[in-house]
T-cell receptor
Framework: NAGVMQNPRHLVRRRGQEARLRCSPM?????VYWYRQLPEEGLKFMVY????????ESGMPKERFSAEFPKEGPSILRIQQVVRGDSAAYFC????????????FGSGTQLSVL | GESVGLHLPTLSVQEGDNSIINCAYS??????FIWYKQESGKGPQFIID?????DKRQGQRVTVLLNKTVKHLSLQIAATQPGDSAVYFC?????????????FGKGTKLSVKP
Protein backbone atom coordinates (compact mmCIF):
# COMPACT_ATOMS: atom_id res chain seq x y z
CA ASN A 1 0.00 0.00 0.00
CA ALA A 2 2.06 2.89 -1.30
CA GLY A 3 1.97 6.15 0.57
CA VAL A 4 1.83 9.63 -0.87
CA MET A 5 4.33 9.78 -3.72
CA GLN A 6 6.09 12.97 -4.67
CA ASN A 7 8.57 13.60 -7.42
CA PRO A 8 11.10 14.73 -8.01
CA ARG A 9 12.73 14.51 -4.59
CA HIS A 10 15.12 17.28 -5.50
CA LEU A 11 14.66 19.96 -8.12
CA VAL A 12 17.17 22.60 -9.08
CA ARG A 13 16.07 25.58 -11.12
CA ARG A 14 17.64 28.85 -12.16
CA ARG A 15 15.88 32.12 -11.53
CA GLY A 16 13.15 32.70 -14.09
CA GLN A 17 12.59 29.03 -14.90
CA GLU A 18 9.48 27.03 -14.16
CA ALA A 19 9.19 24.35 -11.50
CA ARG A 20 6.66 21.53 -11.64
CA LEU A 21 6.14 19.37 -8.59
CA ARG A 22 4.04 16.23 -8.78
CA CYS A 23 2.07 14.39 -6.14
CA SER A 24 0.16 11.13 -6.29
CA PRO A 25 -2.11 10.66 -3.27
CA MET A 26 -2.55 7.45 -1.38
CA UNK A 27 -4.86 4.96 -3.01
CA UNK A 28 -8.44 5.78 -2.19
CA UNK A 29 -7.69 9.35 -1.14
CA UNK A 30 -9.46 12.06 -3.06
CA UNK A 31 -8.22 15.12 -1.19
CA VAL A 32 -4.80 16.64 -1.79
CA TYR A 33 -3.04 19.41 0.10
CA TRP A 34 0.18 21.27 -0.60
CA TYR A 35 2.36 22.73 2.12
CA ARG A 36 5.64 24.63 2.03
CA GLN A 37 8.39 24.39 4.61
CA LEU A 38 11.26 26.80 4.98
CA PRO A 39 14.41 25.70 6.88
CA GLU A 40 13.89 25.55 10.63
CA GLU A 41 10.22 26.40 10.18
CA GLY A 42 6.93 24.60 10.45
CA LEU A 43 4.82 23.78 7.44
CA LYS A 44 2.62 26.45 5.88
CA PHE A 45 -0.61 25.56 4.14
CA MET A 46 -0.81 26.52 0.49
CA VAL A 47 -3.76 24.88 -1.23
CA TYR A 48 -6.38 22.18 -0.88
CA UNK A 49 -7.72 20.37 -3.94
CA UNK A 50 -10.17 17.68 -4.82
CA UNK A 51 -10.37 16.09 -8.23
CA UNK A 52 -10.72 18.88 -10.79
CA UNK A 53 -11.51 21.43 -8.09
CA UNK A 54 -9.56 23.91 -6.03
CA UNK A 55 -11.29 24.04 -2.66
CA UNK A 56 -9.07 26.43 -0.72
CA GLU A 57 -6.11 28.36 -2.11
CA SER A 58 -5.87 30.88 0.69
CA GLY A 59 -2.20 30.04 1.30
CA MET A 60 -1.08 30.35 -2.30
CA PRO A 61 0.91 33.41 -3.36
CA LYS A 62 -1.19 35.54 -5.69
CA GLU A 63 1.24 35.36 -8.57
CA ARG A 64 3.37 32.69 -10.22
CA PHE A 65 1.93 29.79 -8.22
CA SER A 66 -0.81 27.47 -9.42
CA ALA A 67 -2.06 24.01 -8.58
CA GLU A 68 -4.24 21.43 -10.21
CA PHE A 69 -5.54 17.96 -9.52
CA PRO A 70 -6.89 16.58 -12.78
CA LYS A 71 -9.35 13.77 -13.16
CA GLU A 72 -6.54 11.50 -14.24
CA GLY A 73 -2.96 11.71 -13.06
CA PRO A 74 -1.13 13.36 -10.21
CA SER A 75 -1.64 16.72 -8.62
CA ILE A 76 0.74 19.37 -9.94
CA LEU A 77 2.10 22.40 -8.13
CA ARG A 78 3.50 24.81 -10.67
CA ILE A 79 5.76 27.73 -9.93
CA GLN A 80 6.49 30.07 -12.80
CA GLN A 81 9.51 32.37 -13.03
CA VAL A 82 11.04 31.03 -9.86
CA VAL A 83 12.98 33.32 -7.53
CA ARG A 84 15.46 32.42 -4.79
CA GLY A 85 12.80 32.94 -2.15
CA ASP A 86 10.89 29.99 -3.59
CA SER A 87 13.62 27.66 -2.37
CA ALA A 88 11.95 25.40 0.16
CA ALA A 89 10.65 21.91 0.77
CA TYR A 90 7.21 21.39 -0.71
CA PHE A 91 5.09 18.69 0.83
CA CYS A 92 1.98 17.09 -0.48
CA UNK A 93 -0.53 15.37 1.75
CA UNK A 94 -3.68 13.41 1.10
CA UNK A 95 -6.64 12.29 3.14
CA UNK A 96 -9.61 10.02 2.70
CA UNK A 97 -12.98 11.52 2.08
CA UNK A 98 -14.09 11.58 5.69
CA UNK A 99 -10.83 12.33 7.50
CA UNK A 100 -9.87 15.74 6.31
CA UNK A 101 -7.77 16.47 9.31
CA UNK A 102 -5.67 13.32 9.45
CA UNK A 103 -3.27 14.09 6.66
CA UNK A 104 -0.72 11.66 5.30
CA PHE A 105 2.35 13.42 3.95
CA GLY A 106 4.74 12.53 1.18
CA SER A 107 8.50 12.83 1.49
CA GLY A 108 8.51 16.22 -0.19
CA THR A 109 10.29 17.93 -3.04
CA GLN A 110 13.27 20.08 -2.15
CA LEU A 111 13.33 23.00 -4.56
CA SER A 112 16.56 24.91 -4.89
CA VAL A 113 16.65 28.07 -6.97
CA LEU A 114 20.08 29.18 -8.09
CA GLY B 1 1.70 36.11 14.73
CA GLU B 2 1.80 32.37 14.94
CA SER B 3 -1.25 30.75 16.42
CA VAL B 4 0.72 27.69 17.44
CA GLY B 5 4.12 27.80 19.07
CA LEU B 6 6.46 25.67 21.10
CA HIS B 7 8.14 26.47 24.39
CA LEU B 8 11.39 24.61 23.74
CA PRO B 9 13.10 24.52 20.38
CA THR B 10 15.44 21.66 21.38
CA LEU B 11 15.20 18.82 23.84
CA SER B 12 17.91 16.32 24.72
CA VAL B 13 17.05 13.21 26.71
CA GLN B 14 18.73 10.01 27.75
CA GLU B 15 17.62 6.79 26.14
CA GLY B 16 14.97 5.16 28.30
CA ASP B 17 13.82 8.39 29.89
CA ASN B 18 10.45 9.95 29.26
CA SER B 19 10.19 12.99 26.98
CA ILE B 20 7.72 15.83 27.20
CA ILE B 21 7.28 18.23 24.32
CA ASN B 22 5.09 21.27 24.86
CA CYS B 23 3.02 23.42 22.58
CA ALA B 24 0.93 26.55 23.10
CA TYR B 25 -1.89 27.72 20.95
CA SER B 26 -3.71 31.02 20.94
CA UNK B 27 -6.94 30.32 19.05
CA UNK B 28 -9.59 29.26 21.53
CA UNK B 29 -11.75 28.15 18.60
CA UNK B 30 -9.28 25.39 17.71
CA UNK B 31 -10.93 22.05 18.24
CA UNK B 32 -8.55 19.51 16.75
CA PHE B 33 -4.87 19.05 17.45
CA ILE B 34 -2.27 16.76 15.94
CA TRP B 35 1.30 15.84 16.68
CA TYR B 36 3.62 15.04 13.80
CA LYS B 37 7.12 13.61 13.79
CA GLN B 38 9.50 14.63 11.06
CA GLU B 39 12.77 12.85 10.49
CA SER B 40 15.51 14.42 8.46
CA GLY B 41 14.70 14.43 4.74
CA LYS B 42 11.23 13.03 5.24
CA GLY B 43 7.70 14.28 5.40
CA PRO B 44 5.78 14.69 8.67
CA GLN B 45 4.47 11.46 10.08
CA PHE B 46 1.21 11.41 12.01
CA ILE B 47 1.70 10.41 15.65
CA ILE B 48 -1.45 11.11 17.57
CA ASP B 49 -4.40 13.48 17.55
CA UNK B 50 -6.91 14.80 20.04
CA UNK B 51 -10.18 16.66 19.84
CA UNK B 52 -11.12 19.49 22.14
CA UNK B 53 -13.75 17.41 23.92
CA UNK B 54 -10.96 15.29 25.37
CA ASP B 55 -8.19 16.04 27.87
CA LYS B 56 -6.00 13.05 27.25
CA ARG B 57 -5.40 10.44 24.65
CA GLN B 58 -2.97 7.56 24.68
CA GLY B 59 -1.26 5.68 21.93
CA GLN B 60 1.60 3.29 21.82
CA ARG B 61 4.28 4.87 24.08
CA VAL B 62 2.80 8.31 23.42
CA THR B 63 0.27 10.38 25.29
CA VAL B 64 -1.18 13.73 24.31
CA LEU B 65 -2.57 16.05 26.96
CA LEU B 66 -4.78 19.01 26.21
CA ASN B 67 -5.38 21.82 28.66
CA LYS B 68 -7.95 24.13 27.14
CA THR B 69 -7.91 26.50 30.10
CA VAL B 70 -4.36 27.61 29.37
CA LYS B 71 -4.39 26.62 25.70
CA HIS B 72 -1.59 24.13 26.13
CA LEU B 73 -0.83 20.85 24.42
CA SER B 74 1.86 18.34 25.30
CA LEU B 75 3.26 15.15 23.85
CA GLN B 76 4.70 12.59 26.23
CA ILE B 77 6.92 9.84 24.90
CA ALA B 78 7.60 6.98 27.29
CA ALA B 79 10.92 5.14 27.35
CA THR B 80 12.41 7.33 24.64
CA GLN B 81 14.45 5.46 22.05
CA PRO B 82 17.11 6.62 19.57
CA GLY B 83 14.56 6.15 16.80
CA ASP B 84 12.45 8.86 18.40
CA SER B 85 15.07 11.46 17.47
CA ALA B 86 13.33 13.86 15.13
CA VAL B 87 11.59 17.22 14.99
CA TYR B 88 8.13 17.20 16.49
CA PHE B 89 5.41 19.58 15.36
CA CYS B 90 2.07 20.32 16.86
CA UNK B 91 -0.67 21.47 14.53
CA UNK B 92 -4.16 22.80 15.04
CA UNK B 93 -7.27 23.40 13.08
CA UNK B 94 -10.64 24.79 14.04
CA UNK B 95 -14.30 24.66 13.26
CA UNK B 96 -14.97 27.04 10.42
CA UNK B 97 -11.46 26.69 9.14
CA UNK B 98 -10.71 25.08 5.86
CA UNK B 99 -10.48 21.34 5.88
CA UNK B 100 -6.83 20.32 5.83
CA UNK B 101 -5.63 23.84 6.57
CA UNK B 102 -3.50 22.93 9.52
CA UNK B 103 -1.57 25.57 11.41
CA PHE B 104 1.82 24.20 12.37
CA GLY B 105 4.15 25.32 15.09
CA LYS B 106 7.86 25.73 14.40
CA GLY B 107 8.86 22.40 15.90
CA THR B 108 10.95 20.95 18.71
CA LYS B 109 14.02 18.94 17.92
CA LEU B 110 14.31 15.87 20.12
CA SER B 111 17.74 14.30 20.49
CA VAL B 112 18.06 10.98 22.27
CA LYS B 113 21.41 10.16 23.81
CA PRO B 114 22.33 6.46 23.98
Amino acid sequence: NAGVMQNPRHLVRRRGQEARLRCSPMKGHSHVYWYRQLPEEGLKFMVYLQKENIIDESGMPKERFSAEFPKEGPSILRIQQVVRGDSAAYFCASSPLDLGEKLFFGSGTQLSVL
Amino acid sequence: GESVGLHLPTLSVQEGDNSIINCAYSNSASDYFIWYKQESGKGPQFIIDIRSNMDKRQGQRVTVLLNKTVKHLSLQIAATQPGDSAVYFCAETFYGGSQGNLIFGKGTKLSVKP
